[in-house]
């Protein structure tokens, strides 16, 4: 009886492909959490002082602590049936908590420590615990509870820095690497075994429709930061800040133009026929995590050009203005290579001359930098669509 409990938690084959009107409901969430971490990059920027290094890596820490909560959250529900009640409690769940972390955000390395770090534990040791309870006997437990004790190795060093400011960082980054040393090892445990994400029998159509959503949430974090600071100025005090507005809003259609063509649109298809989708599912994990940290890193850049779009432009703006498209474009070269097993030469040319621009860049005001990410952007999408046109639309082919 317990077995067929444990079976009814599972995704079956009546069970829909698409995210759940609760999926998109928790990624509200990182709506708001994503807002928090490019608004402590923009701080961390305007410090200018001995500590800017250490602030940015802090910044860091937290944006991939974030990664994982949602990245196994989407793995979890790709596994087991998100309709189950269940299921809806242990979303419902990592849902507040989530909350609960990004609210701490801002001074998680600071007096709010504790908070941030019980949110991502309570996440990380809560899930696995409940859908093992959940699963009774059945054998998939096993798996749940090779991620119950890593995740509670780690839970130690979390909430050690949490009550030790001195030695935070470091336990912290210790843990933040046991935990994506775990899901890239599959949480080995002795004479147990391991089972790693890319052997699961995940249901491709619902993982890949989680990524493109996710990265839908980062575009919208952006649009955000376009909207708030613009209409926070004066309109009419400057022509130059309404460009840097109209160039930041063309940026992100470009990204998102750039994302969909082909490999974007045909993500779900290449999971849905790839021999193991699994392991197609864990590689684009890893590629979209490259993706939307480009994607935050551009739209801190939006907010800084519009901001401050005369006078020249500041080395480390640039880590935003044109690294941070270039971070984009490396990520969707290997997206695309998961898919056709072969890279367009206009992603690499578009890298290479967002490098190369850098030393011009640095003569130019922000809105003039902003000016150059946007032509190489605009050369890809152009070069996309001519190399595409009349031609029927490519089929999937990944050599995962």
Not at 7 to 12: D, S
Not at 19 to 36: G, P
Not at 88 to 107: D, E
Not at 180 to 204: I, K, N, Q
Request: hydrophobic content about 55%; overall charge positive; charged content about 15%.
């Amino acid at each position: 009886m317990t077995d067929e409990r444990g079976a009814a938690l599972l995704r079956g084959g009546t069970s829909s492909p698409r995210a759940s009107f609760l999926e998109l409901f928790f990624d509200l969430v990182f709506v708001f959490a994503l807002t928090r971490v490019s608004q402590m990059l923009i701080d961390d920027v305007s410090t200018h002082g001995p500590y800017l290094l250490r602030q940015a890596a802090e910044t860091v820490v937290l944006f991939l602590a974030l990664w994982m909560v949602w990245s196994v959250t989407a793995w979890a529900t790709s596994v087991y049936e998100p309709e189950s009640s269940g299921i809806q409690l242990v979303v419902v769940a990592a849902m507040f908590a989530a909350l609960v972390m990004a609210v701490a955000l801002p001074r998680a390395f600071e007096e709010r420590a504790l908070v941030f770090a019980l949110g991502y534990v309570a996440i990380q040791v809560g899930r696995p615990l409940l859908i093992t309870l959940l699963l009774g006997r059945h054998p998939r437990r096993a798996v749940t509870l090779r991620l119950l004790c890593w995740s509670a190795i780690s839970a130690v060093a979390w909430l050690a820095g949490a009550v030790l400011p001195s030695a935070r960082a470091v336990l912290w980054t210790l843990a933040l690497a046991w935990d994506y040393a775990g899901l890239a090892l599959g949480w080995p445990v002795p004479g147990r075994g391991s089972t790693r994400a890319s052997e699961w029998a995940v249901t491709g159509e619902h993982l890949a429709e989680r990524y493109q959503q996710f990265f839908l949430i980062a575009l919208g974090e952006t649009i955000l930061v376009i909207g708030l600071t613009f209409s926070s100025g004066d309109f009419s005090s400057t022509g130059a800040g309404a460009v840097a507005f109209a160039l930041s809003f063309v940026t992100t259609a470009l990204l998102w133009r750039i994302y969909f063509h082909r490999a974007g649109h045909v993500l779900t298809e290449a999971i849905r026929v790839a021999r193991s989708p699994g392991l197609l599912g864990e590689s684009a994990s890893w590629t979209h995590l490259v993706i939307v940290a480009g994607v935050l890193l551009t739209g801190v850049g939006y907010e800084l050009v519009i901001t401050h779009p005369h006078g020249r432009t500041a080395p480390g703006w640039l880590v935003f203005v044109l690294a941070g498209p270039a971070l984009f474009l490396a990520a969707r070269a290997r997206f695309e290579y998961e898919i056709f097993g072969r890279v367009s030469r206009s992603r690499v040319i578009g890298v290479v001359l967002l490098v190369a621009l850098a030393p011009v860049a640095l003569h130019l005001p922000p809105v003039g930098a902003l000016t150059l990410s946007v032509l190489v952007l605009s050369g890809i999408a152009v070069a996309d669509a001519v190399r595409a046109r009349g031609r029927p639309p490519e089929q999937p082919a990944t050599p995962l």
